[in-house]
């Protein structure tokens, strides 16, 4: 995970969802499906519950309901909801993750305002549930208490909401809608009010360099799309359709609160998509990012000189200058081709279509920002294209909002009345014992040579382990949200975030800070490349994960493989193992050893590409690779310690393992995890990492006539 800022659009938006690491792989939350898609960041959304798009969400869960998705081959998709049932056989040696939670599976329901549920979820609803009872009714002495408190109290003051209505967004939609000419556009993406809510075309963030870890640059890439994968603008399919009407309805219904009819809403959107549509054969799809040469392809540094030499007519120099991002350092352009297509776009020909674009992602960028009524509607809209039910409680909302605005402070209050030290030195400890055991693995490594595994050891090494939270945090001394509204507030806090990501350019990485981008109350583990380190942070810290006398098994299936072992196995996958022990890109693999490591891993993606998940939906090896090796490693690790241990019953053991990893899921967070989630579906992660090892097979008489039967010569694993 980079240390990654966004800053150039100041977004006003609720963060409903655990952030989807190495760990978390589908969304929970309902109201956040179909609008990660509008902004560069995941994002709640409203919408009206019309006529049309009611019957045209009921035609898609029609469909999604009468399609065959238990085709799966060689197993059942059996974290698809409604995939299992109880006359579905259960075997072992067919179908591990099935046999160990079938029960699981048919006694779990969602949770009203969830898309899927896992052991995941459960912690982080306990974390949730401590947290809100903590802000709620406690008097916190300190200013980090009393900015996540005054935060909270704004959403919950839903009166103070519902009065100001749309009034806070009038002002600049009035603005917006004035613009006629190519003229009034840039004036539009330079004027204060508006310099950080408005679209300008380009993605801004401020990060470490890739081959230069020591530094902040900034990175300079394309913008969030409506519908999320430029993929779903160049071939129409199901998960494009399905994220272009729910957003299309979002935005006529927040136009109709704005006095503009549906027609013209309409054409408003039409016109967001097809400028949308011409940028798209110049941004990544999600499949390329997901590429291990991917971060070598965004490597193009440049000088601010360089850069606007890029352009002629789109005002790039002037844009970032006003975003306070022209300065004399670095720039990650990561695809100049796309900055050069800015010039075919920013034209008096488009200016219609520019302002109509520009109105679209403000209007779906506030849409968490104003009342209740637009709030409700999210969910009624969200149900229905995406097939869940209900609505998570004001406070659930009120916890997110804050988590993801002031992480930090946040964090800070709740290790201070719910942390165990005690916990935290025993999940450190536990990261020493199995970095000791990746020791072993790489050292009794066969086929590379060994100034190979010589480097791959002093990295390890090398590697930082984060465990529980920082002990350095942000610093918010200097806000203050006294007297303000909910919409004043979020716009303070999203300016101060911005200024704090500024101020890094031209300053060294604070290693005592963790990553910026992500809050330690999240259920997650990372690994970052930029810094060589392991996170293991107290958001996941909570049974069935972890808690304080887990016998021997459970402790190496869940810590040993599929936690700690995982993350350490990611700085030698095929995304982490092009970084050196400091975080920069940077090949330290003799040509040989290089090439022998990429034809293991076109192993894995062939036998990967195999896998039929559902209907016509195969499993994308390449995409999913890095943590299928990562699985597979972290089970091979445990199972090295397991050998140390007497009396050590491997069924329990991979009968936990497999319990850590189930899950039920909707249709539509299948659709949106096959298509842009470097992680298998949970089912196969069970079932691939454990079919790779002999103490699998000895401990459920697994042969070559099952399902679970994989032949020495085609199993794959890696180190």
Not at 486 to 501: Q, S, V
């Amino acid at each position: 995970m980079k240390r990654k800022v966004a800053t150039g659009i100041l977004v006003l938006s609720i963060l409903i969802s655990s952030l989807a690491g190495c760990g978390a792989a589908h969304t929970d939350t309902a109201a956040v499906a179909g609008r990660e898609a509008a902004t560069d960041t995941e994002v709640s959304a409203a919408a009206q519950n019309s006529e049309a798009a009611s019957e045209e969400a009921q035609v898609m869960d029609e469909t999604a309901e009468e399609g065959n998705h238990a085709n799966g081959t060689p197993w059942l998709n059996s974290c698809l909801i409604g995939n299992v049932t109880k006359d579905t056989p259960t075997d072992p040696k067919q179908d591990f993750h099935l046999f160990v939670n079938k029960d699981w599976i048919l006694d779990t329901e969602l949770p009203d305002g969830y898309y899927s549920w896992s052991n995941y979820s459960a912690v982080a609803k306990d974390t949730m549930e401590k947290a809100i009872k903590m802000l709620d009714g406690n008097d916190l002495p300190g200013h980090d208490a009393k900015l996540v408190q005054g935060m909270f109290d704004l959403y919950m003051d839903v009166d103070a909401r519902n009065k100001a209505g749309y009034d806070p967004i009038k002002g600049s939609v009035e603005k917006i809608l004035a613009a006629e000419s190519l003229d009034d556009i840039k004036a539009l993406y330079l004027e204060p009010d508006l310099k950080y809510e408005v679209e300008n075309l380009m993605g801004v963030s401020i990060s470490t360099g890739i081959s230069d870890a020591d530094s902040y640059y900034v990175w300079i890439s394309s913008p969030g799309l409506i519908m999320s994968d430029s993929a779903n603008y160049l071939e129409e399919n199901e998960y494009g359709t399905l994220l272009h009407d729910f957003n299309e309805e979002i935005f006529i219904y927040m136009m109709d609160r704005l006095g503009m009819d549906r027609e013209n809403a309409l054409t408003c959107f039409q016109d967001a998509i097809e400028l949308e549509r011409k940028l798209a054969p110049h941004i990544y799809t999600d499949e390329e990012s997901m590429r291990s040469d991917f971060m070598e392809r965004v490597n193009n540094v440049m000088t601010l000189e360089e850069l606007t030499e890029l352009v002629n007519t789109y005002p790039l120099k002037e844009v970032l200058e006003a975003n306070e991002l022209g300065y004399d350092g670095g720039y990650i352009v990561t695809d100049p081709d796309y900055i050069r297509c800015l010039d075919g776009i920013f034209t008096k020909e488009n200016a219609t279509m520019l302002k109509n674009y520009i109105l679209v992602k403000f209007v779906l960028n506030q849409s968490s920002a104003l009342d209740e009524d637009t709030m409700q509607t999210v969910t009624k809209l969200s149900n229905q294209y995406y097939g869940s039910s209900g609505d998570r409680p004001l406070e659930e909302k009120a916890f997110s909002l804050v988590k993801s605005i002031l992480p930090d402070s946040l964090s800070k209050e709740y290790i201070k009345m719910y942390s165990s030290e005690e916990d935290r030195q025993r999940v450190e400890d536990m990261c020493y014992r199995v970095i000791d055991t990746y020791h072993e693995i790489l050292s009794g490594n066969d086929w590379a040579t060994p100034e190979t595994i010589a480097y791959a050891l002093k990295k390890l090494d090398s590697m930082a382990v984060h465990v529980g939270w920082p002990d350095k945090w942000q610093d918010y001394s200097r806000l203050d949200i006294d007297g303000l509204s909910y919409y004043e507030a979020l716009k303070k806090i999203g300016k101060y975030n911005m200024d704090l990501a500024i101020n890094l350019l031209g300053t060294a990485p604070d290693k005592e800070m963790w990553a910026d981008d992500l809050c330690v109350l999240e259920c997650n583990a990372f690994y970052s490349n930029s810094d060589n380190s392991i996170n293991m942070i107290v958001g996941m810290m909570g049974s069935p994960f972890y808690y304080s006398d887990m016998p021997v098994e459970e402790l190496y299936a869940s810590l040993g493989a599929f936690w700690i072992g995982h993350e350490i196995s990611h700085a030698f996958d095929s995304n982490g193992s092009q970084y050196d022990l400091e975080g920069n890109l940077n090949n330290w693999w003799p040509e040989e050893d290089f090439a022998g490591f990429n034809e293991r891993v076109k192993k894995m993606d062939q036998y990967l590409d195999g896998i039929l998940i559902m209907d016509d939906y195969y499993a994308n090896g390449s995409n999913i690779d890095s943590e299928m090796i990562a699985d597979m490693t972290g089970l091979q690790c445990a199972l090295k310690m397991a050998e140390k241990e007497e009396n050590f019953d491997y069924a329990k053991f991979f009968e936990y393992y497999a319990k850590m990893n189930t899950s039920v899921s909707l249709y539509s967070v299948e659709l949106s995890q096959i298509q842009g989630d470097p992680h298998p579906l949970d089912y196969q992660r069970t079932n691939v990492p454990v079919q790779q090892f002999d103490e699998f097979y000895k401990a459920f008489g697994v042969t070559e006539s099952d399902g679970m039967y994989l032949a020495p010569e085609d199993r794959l694993i890696i180190w």
